[in-house]
């Protein structure tokens, strides 16, 4: 137990590696935490996960109001660090249409906790993972395997695609959105997987993309305004999708395309490296970006 509220325990070792997780969890904020190294290191890392779990929630809270508010060019910047890193994701993205520094928050936390646990220790693997927003650190010559689900609520059998990061690659951050996940939608993907160099950013792009995939006005999706669902909702009376009927494969296929022309663009001018769109069995993928 952390600071009388937030909880913390270790998991046991899974199957797939043989390592042990740490679970942190307070209010809405529910992290699971995978460490590689030394034994000491492990516990060096964990440990500094654990005080800095502490005080992000407080932090959060302090700038709410600023946080729920659409930024612009004109927008104050925040003071808290998981604050400023949301403003920082989310900036690049506003000219795109109504955009709040919340959409990027399970990112900037899973980032913040890396970079405590990283500042303490020495890893050769470790990923923090909040709700399906994953931030990732890889040593030298060191990968992880990604799993992409459709359906969240299933706990990940719904698995539509797989790929290995390796330490070669500048992407150190994962996400996924759409109307299936846990925060509200404004599309109709089933999800929208990016990577990108932060968790933060790709926790925004990840929204931007989902909410493109759209047939606006379509009988089969029903919609209804954040604010009848969650009062305090950032997204005020904007319409949200609660459900999407069956689509020919015609709407598929149009909807899919305009989140892969955002999704394309944003690779293009190097926001994110990759992303994955996904819609009632129809998958598309951008091409990976090009360095060098």
């Not at 927003?133 to 395997?145: E, K, R, T, V």
């Not at 904007?238 to 909807?255: Q, S």
Request: proline share 5%; charged share 20%; glycine share 10%.
């Amino acid at each position: 137990m952390i600071a009388g509220r937030a909880v913390a325990r270790l998991l046991p070792p899974t199957a797939a590696d043989g390592l042990p997780r740490l679970h942190l969890q307070d209010g809405p904020i529910d992290l699971v935490i995978m460490a590689e190294g030394s034994a000491t290191a492990v516990e060096q890392a964990y440990r500094a996960a654990e005080a800095r779990f502490a005080t992000v929630l407080d932090e959060l809270c302090a700038e709410l109001p600023l946080l729920r508010q659409g930024v612009t060019a004109e927008t104050p910047w925040p003071d808290g660090a998981v604050a400023t890193l949301m403003r920082a994701a989310v900036r690049p993205l506003a000219s795109w249409g109504f955009i709040t520094p919340m959409v990027a928050v399970a990112g900037a936390v899973a980032e913040t906790m890396l970079a405590a646990m990283l500042e303490a220790a020495a890893l050769d693997r470790a990923a923090v993972n909040n709700g399906g927003d994953i931030a990732i650190h890889l040593g030298s010559g060191q990968s992880i395997a990604i799993g992409m689900v459709a359906k969240p609520e299933l706990g990940g059998i719904d698995l539509f695609g797989r790929f290995t990061l390796t330490s070669d690659n500048p992407a150190r951050g994962l996400a996924t959105s759409g109307w299936r996940g846990r925060s509200f939608s404004r599309g109709i993907a089933d999800a929208v997987t990016v990577l990108a160099k932060t968790a933060a950013q790709a926790d925004a792009a990840a929204t931007v993309i989902a909410n493109a995939v759209d047939l606006p006005d379509h009988p089969a999706v029903q919609r209804v305004a954040a604010n009848r669902i969650q009062p305090d909702s950032d997204l005020g009376d904007f319409l949200v999708t609660r459900d999407v009927g069956a689509l020919a494969p015609a709407e598929k296929a149009r909807a899919l395309s305009q989140g892969l022309a955002l999704a394309d663009r944003l690779v293009v001018e190097g926001l994110i490296e990759r992303a994955a769109l996904h819609l009632q069995g129809e998958t598309c993928v951008t091409g990976e970006r090009h360095h060098g």
